[in-house]
């Protein structure tokens, strides 16, 4: 009797093993159907949000004309550069208009006025007062040396500019009506003031008493009909290995002076005592190009390195 319990709950206990069996198997034959089923979907759904995402970006960043799309912060550069700086111009498409548009056409020179004058400027009218000095023999800063003609002046040390306005010539008008020409051929130290011109005697009287002193005056740059031609001259002690050039006698204003090296044109330095210096001899001796602040450009040859000697040429600037 024992024994036929014993065996009836061990065949209970195998029924309960495998209905649990079976329940497991049902349940986790579920969850492999359920996995399979959710897993197109995750599928889908990442391939759909990196697509969006290039879609939005395109629409709001259309690429450049280069075909890169435009970073979405500028960088610094970007930002405070102005449009032309570092940027390359567009090419000129091809057109059948006979001229380019604004865009396309190739840059244009400045004007040699407002690239090559310095501080005294053609076509314009400067206000200052002039004071008179003795001029002697019409010596003075420029190094130009004794003067036949004693219409000269020296300029403020503001508007000399470092011997920029020296053989300069310049007209100045009193307000009485009276007018002048005259030659720069010195410079005005402090208290000079910009717009001041100390005039030799001779051509202050031109224009008031010479017991005045000192009036109101009004002057502008002058491109005067001058007879001659423009002389060279090296300074003292100009050798192969060191010189300075001086150009006498020029109409306009000298805006450089260069001298022809092995390596081609080479621009001298100016001093305030109006020599351009060649401080390792470079050029000493050959070819010599000057321009004027209207950009007219000379080439001299045949001037000898002879120190201290005017050597005069058949040039002279234009007439403006």
Request: hydrophobic share 30%; glycine share 10%; charged share 20%.
């Amino acid at each position: 009797m024992q024994e036929t319990r014993q065996a009836a709950r061990q065949r209970r206990r195998r029924r309960r093993l495998m209905v649990g069996t079976t329940a497991g198997l049902v349940v986790t034959g579920l969850l492999v159907c359920l996995v399979m089923t959710m897993q197109p979907d995750r599928e889908e759904d990442a391939g759909r949000a990196p697509a969006t995402a290039v879609a939005n970006s395109q629409e709001s960043h259309p690429p450049t004309s280069s075909g890169k799309k435009k970073s979405l912060a500028p960088s610094p550069s970007e930002i405070s550069a102005s449009p032309s700086a570092g940027a390359k111009k567009p090419k000129a498409s091809p057109s059948p208009s006979p001229s380019p548009s604004p865009s396309s056409a190739s840059p244009r020179k400045a004007p040699a006025t407002s690239s090559l004058a310095g501080r005294i400027r053609p076509k314009s009218t400067y206000q200052g007062v002039a004071t008179v000095y003795k001029a002697g023999v019409g010596d003075g800063a420029c190094s130009y040396g004794p003067s036949g003609d004693m219409m000269i002046a020296a300029m403020n040390t503001t508007d000399y500019e470092t011997s920029a306005a020296c053989g300069a010539y310049v007209l100045v008008r009193a307000a009485n009506g009276a007018s002048v020409t005259v030659r720069i051929t010195n410079e005005c130290p402090l208290p000079c003031a910009p717009g001041q011109l100390d005039l030799s005697e001779q051509a202050f009287a031109e224009l008031a008493p010479v017991s005045t002193g000192r009036i109101a005056i009004t002057w502008s740059l002058l491109s005067p009909s001058t007879p001659g031609t423009i002389s060279i001259r090296y300074k003292n002690g100009s050798s192969p290995y060191w010189c300075g050039i001086q150009a006498i006698g020029h109409r306009n204003p000298l805006a450089r002076l260069e001298v022809r090296t092995g390596g081609g044109w080479r621009q001298l330095t100016r001093t305030d005592y109006n020599y351009f210096l060649s401080p390792d001899g470079s050029g000493c001796g050959g070819a010599i190009r000057i321009t004027d602040i209207y950009g007219e450009r000379l080439t001299i040859d045949g001037i000898a390195l002879r120190p201290e000697v005017v050597q005069p040429t058949r040039f002279q600037f234009a007439r403006h």
